[in-house]
Structure formats: C-alpha cells, structure tokens
C-alpha cells in the first residue's frame, strides 16, 4: 500500500471565476483562456454546468462505492475531497474526479473504495441512462468511450455492455 497519498483536483478559484455562463458558449470559451483553466478544469466546469444532473452529497467517512459491489450510479466531484484504495494505492481525490463511471460502463463492479475524507457534493450520473445515451451517440463517440474504458479498466476485450 502506498504510504502518501497522490491527489487529484481541479482549480476551484479558476473555475469560480466563469460564473454561470454557458459552458460552450464563445464568452466561456474566451474565459477559459483568459483564467488560464487547464483542460481538466474545463472538463468540470462543463460537467456540472449542466443542468440534467442531479446533486447528492456525503459526510465524512462515507463511502461513496466500495471495491466489488455493483454499480448503479457514477459521480463527478464537485466540492470536497475523499480517498480512493484502489490496486494497492491510495489516492486523495477532489473537484473533477470521476468515480465509478468506467466500470459502471462495462457492468463490472467498483473497482476502488472511495471514502469521503470532508463533506462530499457530487453530480450524480445514472449508469442506466448512462448506458443509453451511450447507445445512442454518433459511432466515433461510442468508440472513444469504449476505448477510454478499456483503458481505464485495463480490458483486453469489449465489455459486452459497450458493444
């Protein structure tokens, strides 16, 4: 087990900055270059911007998904920080990170237990509907997705969900 944790998280202050404007709108777009916003901090901004998500938030030494079991809903971290045990190593995760959407992609369980460490807020993504949308996306999108699966997973075939 790794003894320091490797921490993860985008700038909320950067972020903060954009208000509530459209997230791909031409004034957001020249924000993001202005504030110096990392891709990864304009991946979050453009996740919790949208509105079709519902919020959910957890205290302290709850587990948002533990390592096994299965997978109903994914989460976008939008405040708060929690630790991840996964393969051996501890993560400390904040805004931005993802949890559970790869495997819930792939039907397989959580691959991690992930803790909150201070009050969690999460945008909360079904993975039935997750999957739907995901048969429904032009091809070339389909295939990044299963491509970034397979790859976070570490698959060597298509999961059965993603064909």
């Known amino acids: ?3 320091s944790p490797t921490n993860f998280s985008v700038d909320l202050s950067k972020v ?3 208000g ?5 709108s031409r004034e957001a777009l020249e924000a993001y270059q202005k504030y110096g916003l990392s891709s990864e901090d304009r991946l979050y901004y ?4 949208e509105m079709a998500l519902e919020t ?4 302290p030494g709850a587990n948002l998904c533990v390592f096994g079991e299965a ?6 971290v939008r405040q708060g920080e929690l630790e991840v045990h996964t393969e051996g190593l501890i993560y400390r995760v904040g805004p931005g990170a993802v949890i559970g959407l790869a495997a819930g992609l792939a039907n397989a369980p959580h691959n991690m237990t992930a ?3 201070t009050v969690v807020t999460v945008s909360v993504i079904p993975i039935f509907k997750a999957l739907k949308a995901i048969t429904t996306c032009h091809p070339g999108l389909r295939g990044i997705n299963r491509s970034t699966v397979m790859r976070v997973l570490n698959l060597k075939a298509v999961p059965e969900s993603m064909k």
């Open 16 to 18: 903060a900055a954009l």
């Open 71 to 76: 997978v109903s809903d994914a989460y976008i």
């Open 115 to 117: 803790t909150a460490i």
């Open 46 to 49: 453009q996740l919790v911007s």
């Open 20 to 24: 509530s404007m459209p997230a791909y």
């Open 1 to 3: 087990m790794s003894s």
């Open 56 to 59: 959910s938030a957890f205290k």
